[in-house]
């Protein structure tokens, strides 16, 4: 006979709102001294919230929603979970699952509350960014005063188990979705199955867990406080297949002269590949000579570059090599298939001849192309200003 699943709400309430919901039950047991071991718990929360151990009240406003002027802006301030502690003390929860912030959410809000409280202004405004799922480096870059992970969240719960058939079926979805997380960013998995199938080719955090094995954390320059840091990983989709990038080096030109090297993973009818990309914008027939010359110029370095590599035949990477006759913005120099089927003999060194075709190029197109380039740049920048 077959196990009976376990009838569980959050199997069904997957969304946000579930869990903007189970947020707020869970910071309302402050409210309710007739079960002291969730109050306990509703405790821990708040203090982890706002760093204060004496709270006497505890208001919660679920879909917090004005709209505002700020500076002569409108805003529209639609916070996920407002709390406010002791009468003064507002904090901001910004809730997700797997998705991440946008336009400056957090920031947006806490100026729009100060307006909104102008005439009895609150002592502090605390933002929390509050999400279980997948990390990744748009969450790190997050601004806000408190990070709450997935992690954090289970270890909490952990202890109430036994008090709430409702933290229990939370925790179990959680426990659940944080295991499926791990599992997935074995990239090279499963074994023996048409490449189509494999992690790298349909999640995200596949294609970002080996991106990140390629260019550890420790390349990321967020001193430059820019959105788009070189070595930051970003994610999209083309078609609904997913695809991961990390810029290597790119310009802070206006949008007419910008442009980036960088590196993607993605998949094509032959199977996941990752690849070694310039985008110059604005390509146009007024440049198309000029771009023409520059990109067979860089696909010729490219080709100079592997050919000197000792591992070029034992990996293939002659192969890999891509002439490009620059008609595009965007062109790949380097394009190489990714094959597991001998990973644990093969990784370190297929890493370790990415990581140095990567440092090879942007060293040699530092030194080699780009002051001609950015003198270019610069003249037709100001032609057209």
């Not at 050919?307 to 380097?334: C, H, I, P, T």
Request: net charge neutral.
């Amino acid at each position: 006979m077959k196990k009976a699943i376990r009838n569980n709400l959050f199997s069904f309430a997957t969304s946000e709102l579930a869990q903007d919901a189970f947020i707020c039950w869970c910071l309302n047991w402050f409210n309710a001294p007739s079960k002291p071991a969730l109050q306990e718990m509703a405790k821990k929360i708040i203090a982890k919230l706002t760093n204060i151990e004496e709270i006497f009240s505890v208001e919660i406003l679920r879909q917090f929603s004005r709209k505002v002027t700020v500076d002569g802006k409108r805003i529209h301030v639609k916070i996920d979970i407002l709390v406010v502690v002791n009468k003064n003390i507002a904090v901001i929860i910004e809730d997700k699952t797997n998705s991440n912030e946008h336009d400056q959410q957090i920031e947006r809000y806490k100026r729009g509350l100060q307006e909104i409280y102008k005439e009895k202004p609150l002592s502090k405004i605390i933002t929390v960014y509050w999400k279980t799922g997948f990390y990744n480096d748009w969450d790190d870059v997050t601004v806000a005063d408190v990070k709450i992970t997935g992690e954090y969240v289970r270890n909490l719960l952990a202890d109430y188990l036994n008090e709430s058939e409702i933290i229990k079926d939370y925790f179990d979805c959680l426990e659940a979705n944080l295991q499926w997380v791990e599992e997935h960013k074995q990239y090279w998995l499963p074994f023996g199955v048409p490449w189509w199938e494999l992690n790298i080719v349909n999640y995200h955090v596949a294609q970002y867990t080996f991106l990140r094995e390629i260019f550890p954390k420790e390349r990321w320059d967020k001193s430059t406080g820019r959105y788009e840091g070189e070595y930051e990983i970003y994610m999209g989709s083309s078609f609904g297949r997913p695809w991961t990038q990390t810029v290597v080096k790119w310009s802070e030109f206006k949008k007419a002269e910008w442009y980036k090297l960088f590196w993607r993973i993605d998949s094509d009818k032959n199977g996941p590949y990752i690849s070694f990309r310039m985008c110059e914008w604005g390509y146009s027939k007024k440049k198309a000579e000029r771009h023409k010359k520059l990109y067979q110029k860089l696909s010729l370095l490219m080709a100079e570059i592997v050919e000197a590599m000792s591992d070029k035949d034992k990996l293939g990477l002659r192969e890999a090599v891509k002439s490009n006759n620059g008609g595009y913005n965007e062109a790949a120099f380097f394009h190489y298939h990714l094959d597991f089927s001998d990973w644990d003999k093969n990784k370190e060194m297929i890493i370790q001849a990415i990581r140095e075709i990567s440092d090879k190029f942007v060293e040699r197109f530092t030194r080699e192309v780009e002051p001609e380039f950015l003198e270019y740049k610069k003249e037709h920048a100001e032609k057209n200003s």
